[in-house]
């Protein structure tokens, strides 16, 4: 239990009083009672806003509620004053011993303090990266990867049974030209110099030189070369006089096959392991988009009709043909959406719709990580997943914004070994697994985002990846420091000891528990990013008292009590540091240079 929800219950426990004594009617909804801190700490360390929700339906004036409930709040163990403010807020201020019985909180929970039980008996389908097993991964991946995977982890500490799930896209059209793109490179390392022309190999779009042309409809990195060396390695020249139809299958599963396993070395780079890996393929051919259109059929939520004719100009070759359409529109979207083509193949959303309904067999939430570029295919999504499951299944998608890569400020070229864009393997190893993970975590996942490669390693205040370490690294500091004096920080601290500005630390520090929460909710693991940027500063800020004053610095070696007492509140801010910064799954560093 929070330090908030304990007063929260107590608040509950007073409305009951009131209900009993018929001040309050019965039965009254009182879901939106809310209670944390105010919006102007200097109005006190706690608000809620009882009276303004239940002044209407119980029919009575709000501050005259308010005052009800100021009476009993006054009688509550921990509470110095009760404020009514404007038309019927209540603030609250507790007295000094209810943060220094949290600071004693913190240090017994240890890494368990801010876990919630609030997910407690739901599972949780996070799918995230999901990217086409086609190219190493990049920095388009990277902060969805990162977002999802911090997610999981939230989730996971706020109570939930949390799977985490790569969608592999592999039956495109996009594998195909992957394994083409394969053959060329095993026709390569078995000695082939000069054109590949369009004579030698028909299925080619255009002939060309290299696999530098940009016009060209393959994949031109040089990831795929080993691939290509193993393939002639074990199978010699024995596909060069075969025809397409034979080799393709056994190109592309080798490929889509090596792919993987270079995206799994990749985000293993970030930390990132994912429990299962759905393959689209297997997704049709163990039937799924049949089993889905036949259970939406038998309750007419697909039907034979046909599309609406294109809103604007009409393309020339457009004409009327009869599908069968998902009533989408019954479900929020903007009409309704064909799960064949004319010619009797899945469209994407029907894979996709089938594939949301296999994921909501074993879960009772899921989450969708999702690039920009997919923002228009929200609503038919949700709608799909609502009708599958009878709205029993919660459907939340997180659309992630694109990354910028800068140096100093100017664009960052092109990687070699991808040709195309930079890695996610050349990013980590310039700057370090824990940067780029804390870095993608410090905007909305939502907001344009520019990485910098400079200002994410800069020792500056500006800089929150180095900021929050720091915290943490002068705290480690700070006790190193106490135990080569020979003060043992183990000692039970007299608390009474710290003054009002260590305390307000305190006051921060509690509102950890309330932001997992809160977080884990919104599916918003960057919260707990500006939390830890907030905490950090007002540590650094506890810290640099000392600078004007030395009687104010955390080691005092003549002053043994007052040291004890303020190592264990700067202990106290480490550990939630150190539990924040794991929900993000990035490293507590004990030094930094």
């Known amino acids: 239990m929070t330090l908030y929800s304990h007063f929260a219950e107590k608040i509950g426990t007073i409305l009951d009083t009131l209900e009993t004594a018929g001040d309050l009617p019965p039965g009254l909804d009182r879901k939106n009672v809310a209670v944390e801190p105010p919006r102007d700490l200097s109005h006190g360390d706690l608000a809620t806003n009882a009276a303004m929700v239940l002044a209407k339906p119980a029919q009575t004036n709000p501050r005259a509620l308010a005052a009800l409930i100021e009476a009993k709040l006054a009688e509550v163990d921990g509470v110095e004053a009760v404020e009514i403010a404007g038309p019927g807020f209540i603030n609250i201020r507790l007295n000094d011993d209810v943060w220094r019985d949290e600071l004693q909180t913190i240090a017994e929970a240890g890494d368990d303090y801010g876990r919630s039980q609030m997910g407690a008996g739901r599972t949780v389908n996070v ?293 195309n864009f930079v890695t996610l393997a050349d990013v980590v190893e310039e700057v370090g697994k824990d940067v780029v993970r804390f870095t993608m975590l410090t905007r909305k996942a939502d907001a344009q985002m520019d990485f910098d490669f400079a200002k994410v390693v800069e020792a500056s205040k500006d800089n929150p990846v180095f900021y929050v370490q720091y915290a943490h690294a002068r705290i480690s500091s700070v006790h190193r420091k106490a135990a080569a004096e020979g003060i043992d920080p183990g000692q039970k601290p007299d608390l009474s000891l710290l003054d009002s500005e260590e305390l307000a630390l305190v006051k921060l520090a509690a509102q950890f528990p309330r932001i997992v929460e809160a977080a884990a909710a919104a599916h918003e693991p960057h919260r707990i990013a500006f939390y830890l940027g907030d905490l950090a500063a007002a540590f650094h800020a506890l810290w640099n008292r000392g600078n004007d004053d030395p009687e104010k610095r955390l080691l005092l070696v003549d002053n043994t009590p007052l040291t004890i007492a303020r190592l264990s509140l700067a202990a106290a801010m480490g550990q939630i540091i150190r539990n924040g910064l794991g929900i993000m799954g990035v490293e507590a560093v004990e030094e930094m240079e």
Not at 159 to 179: K, M, T, W
Not at 312 to 327: A, I
């Open 127 to 419: 799918e995230y990266v999901s990217a086409n097993p086609t190219e190493p991964m990049h920095m388009g991946h990277c902060r969805g990867a990162v977002v999802g995977d911090a997610l999981a982890n939230l989730l996971e500490y706020a109570g939930h049974s949390v799977i985490r799930e790569y969608y592999v896209n592999d039956a495109g059209g996009q594998v195909d030209v992957l394994a083409k793109s394969t053959y060329l490179r095993y026709v390569q390392a078995l000695g082939h110099t000069g054109n590949f022309t369009t004579e030698q190999f028909p299925w080619l779009e255009k002939q060309f030189e290299d696999f530098g042309d940009p016009e060209i409809e393959l994949y031109p990195g040089e990831y795929l070369i080993p691939v290509a060396k193993t393939l002639a390695s074990e199978f010699g020249t024995k596909f060069l006089s075969q025809s397409i139809d034979d080799w393709l299958p056994i190109f592309r599963e080798r490929a889509v096959a090596a792919m993987l396993d270079m995206i799994r070395a990749d985000l293993a780079l970030l930390g990132i392991h994912h429990d299962v890996f759905a393959s689209e393929a297997a997704v049709h051919a163990a039937g799924k988009p049949e089993a889905a259109e036949a259970e939406l059929r038998g309750r007419d939520l697909v039907y034979d009709g046909v599309l609406e004719t294109p809103k604007g100009k009409v393309p020339e070759d457009w004409e009327p043909v009869e599908l069968p359409l998902f009533r989408s529109t019954q479900y929020g979207d903007d009409q309704d959406r064909p799960i064949r083509k004319s010619d009797g193949s899945w469209t994407y959303f029907g894979g996709d719709l089938a594939y949301h309904y296999q994921k909501a067999q074993s879960a009772d939430i899921l989450v969708d990580i999702w690039g920009a570029d997919h923002a228009g295919t929200v609503k038919r999504i949700k709608a799909a997943v609502a009708a599958l499951t009878g709205g029993e299944s919660e459907f939340d998608v997180k659309i992630v914004q694109m990354v910028r890569l800068l140096r100093d400020g100017e664009p960052v070229k092109m990687s070699k070994r991808s040709g």
